[in-house]
């Protein structure tokens, strides 16, 4: 019999570690992708792409006799080399290589430079070759970054006494209702891709108090806009026992307050490569719904179209005078209208034409809804009649309303939307690894 032995530790090398470690002159063994390859004459400047970053290497000597001849870059290697410190390579170091295995070889040169600052070819053309075109450090950057926001709001939130949940992404009835969801046959059964996992979320307030979770919903919406996918990333939290919505709003500025730090601290050379500039949000401003919409029509003479949503514009023109007025990039928008909220929004008792829930605002973009849900079974029942639902759709989600639950309330982020307004781009589909959209099914 034969046995597979636990791997060892020996991570990739790490040129993080290194240069925390470093002031020996021992070789080093580390292995990457040629990103791009300088001929000098003599020897040749090697770019190797390691996971994180890159790193200059020195091919010369017998090892350039013997490698140069049959080395391309998007060959990938293994080579052995000392680091030495030369000012003008990238971190301050290069590697001279002293050996060299050619592990494999591409068999057919790139479709485009990925070696350059910034890619060549159009977003569409970019999109079709995405798994080449992520090569690019600006590109590889960018979903480092998501990478690390999405771990910090794991790391915040259980800090915080929250339990990650996985919601089935197949469900028997629309969340969010309205007519952009995707139905498919479910061995003879209709049913829906998730939409958000808000049933499960709060079904899970009743078990755990506190939960949250990361994952793909899917929105079947028929238009292409800047700021539209048709499945993305969703990061949901939902709290029980809350004294009232702004404990969500208070949680949210904390959570992004975490997770900036944890960016500027843990990704500062792609924060460097793609020039975003961090937030701060110590504290974040609130307005409510009306208000922001009378602010933004007296302050630019607008007149107000739709008086139950906020148009994209005014979401722009909003964030642009909070701005100036405070100073924050983010700006809370409260007391939505009932009638463009969903049915498990609370109304405000104060006024029941309005809801306890909210829009967080981000450099002129939505990036989150949330709000204080129905706890109460009856007050459950009637809102949906109310909205012309029929409540034995929603068995199982009434199943939770009918056998207690607390007080409760809670958010979803987009996180594409998050990324790119952090990364000051136009175009949503940036942010998205391979982007879903009416005309793209594939890579
Ligand atoms: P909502 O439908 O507003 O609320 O979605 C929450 C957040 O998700 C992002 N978002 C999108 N991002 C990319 N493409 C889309 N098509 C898209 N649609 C929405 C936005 C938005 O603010 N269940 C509620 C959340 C809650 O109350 O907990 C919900 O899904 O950033």
Redesign the pocket.
């Known amino acids: 019999m034969e046995y597979i032995e636990r791997e060892k530790a020996r991570p990739a090398f790490c040129l993080k570690d290194y240069l925390i470690q470093s002031g020996g002159s021992d070789p080093v063994t580390l292995h990457g992708a040629i990103h791009r390859i300088r001929d000098m004459g003599h020897f040749s400047f090697l770019l190797v792409r390691l996971p994180d970053t890159i790193i200059q290497c020195v091919l010369e000597g017998q090892a350039y006799e013997k490698h140069r001849p049959h080395l391309h870059e998007e060959c990938c290697v293994r080579l052995t080399g000392v680091i030495s410190a030369e000012e003008r390579a990238p971190h301050g170091l290069e590697c001279h290589i002293q050996d060299m295995v050619v592990l494999s070889s591409p068999a057919a040169p790139l479709p485009f430079p990925v070696n350059r600052h910034k890619i060549g070819p159009a977003l569409e053309t970019e999109l079709g070759y995405r798994p080449i075109a992520l090569r690019n450090s600006d590109r590889r950057a960018r979903f480092r970054v998501q990478a690390g926001i999405v771990q910090q709001f794991r790391n915040f939130l259980q800090t915080q006494g929250f339990t990650e949940i996985r919601s089935p992404k197949l469900q028997s009835a629309s969340?969010?209702g309205g007519a952009n969801v995707f139905s498919l046959d479910y061995f003879g059964k209709k049913a829906y891709l998730a939409?958000?996992p808000?049933f499960y979320k709060q079904m899970m307030v009743g078990v755990y108090e506190r939960v949250f979770e990361v994952g793909s919903v899917f929105?079947a919406?028929r238009h292409q806009t800047a700021?539209?996918?048709?499945e993305?990333v969703?990061l949901?939290f939902e709290m029980g026992y809350i004294d009232d919505f702004t404990d969500l709003c208070a949680m949210e500025t904390a959570m992004l307050a975490s997770v900036f730090d944890y960016l500027r601290q843990s990704f500062a050379e792609e924060i460097q490569t793609l020039k975003v500039s961090l937030p701060s949000v110590d504290r974040i401003p609130s307005i409510r719904f009306v208000e922001a919409k009378e602010l933004v029509a007296r302050t630019y003479n607008r007149k107000i179209k739709d008086p139950h949503d906020l148009e994209p514009e005014e979401e722009r023109l909003i964030s642009d005078v909070i701005k100036r007025q405070t100073g924050s990039d983010f700006v809370f928008v409260t007391h939505y209208p009932a009638s463009k909220r969903p049915f498990y929004a609370m109304n405000d008792p104060e006024n029941p034409k309005l809801t306890l829930s909210f829009?967080l605002l981000f450099r002129g973009l939505?990036?989150?809804?949330?709000?204080q849900r129905i706890h109460d079974y009856d007050e459950q029942v009637a809102k949906m009649v109310d909205k012309g639902l029929a409540p034995e759709d929603f068995k199982s989600y009434l199943m939770a309303h009918r056998h207690g639950m607390p007080p409760h309330g809670?958010?979803?982020?987009?996180l594409?939307?998050l990324c790119m307004k952090l990364f000051g781009d136009s175009q949503?589909r940036l942010s998205s690894m391979f982007p879903r959209d009416m005309g793209r099914l594939d890579p």
């Open positions: 969340a969010e939409q958000s808000q929105r919406e700021r539209h996918l048709n993305y969703s949901d829009d939505e990036i989150t809804t949330g709000g809670g958010l979803g982020i987009g594409e939307r949503i």
